[in-house]
C-alpha cells in the first residue's frame, strides 16, 4: 500500500513538473497579471510538496522535466521550419 502511495504522489508530481513548466513558459510570453497572481498559490503548493519527496524522486522529476522541455524545442523548431 505505501509503495502504491509513492508511486501515485511520484506520477502526480511529475506531471505537474510538466505543468509548472508549461505556466512558466506562458507567464514569460503573457504579462496578464490574472495569470500570475492564479499560478502562484498553485506554484507554491507544487514547489512545497517538491521539497518533501526524496532526493531520488526530485531527480527523477528534474531528468524528466528536462527531457520534455527539450522535446517540446524540438518540436516547434520543426513546425516553425
Same mark, same amino acid.
Given at each position: 500500500?505505501?509503495?502504491?502511495?509513492?508511486?501515485?504522489?511520484?506520477?502526480?508530481?511529475?506531471a505537474e513538473s510538466l505543468q509548472v513548466t508549461n505556466y512558466?513558459?506562458? $507567464?514569460? $510570453? $503573457?504579462?496578464?497579471?490574472?495569470?500570475?497572481?492564479d499560478g502562484e498559490k498553485w506554484l507554491e503548493n507544487y514547489f512545497h510538496r517538491y521539497e518533501k519527496? $526524496?532526493?531520488?524522486?526530485q531527480f527523477h522529476i528534474f531528468l524528466f522535466s528536462s527531457f520534455y522541455?527539450?522535446?517540446?524545442?524540438?518540436?516547434?523548431?520543426?513546425?516553425?521550419?
Open positions: 500500500m505505501t509503495r502504491q502511495k509513492y508511486n501515485y504522489l511520484s506520477d502526480e508530481l511529475i512558466l513558459e506562458q $507567464s514569460r $510570453s $503573457s504579462r496578464l497579471n490574472v495569470l500570475q497572481l519527496a $526524496s532526493p531520488r524522486l522541455t527539450r522535446k517540446m524545442e524540438w518540436f516547434l523548431e520543426g513546425v516553425r521550419g
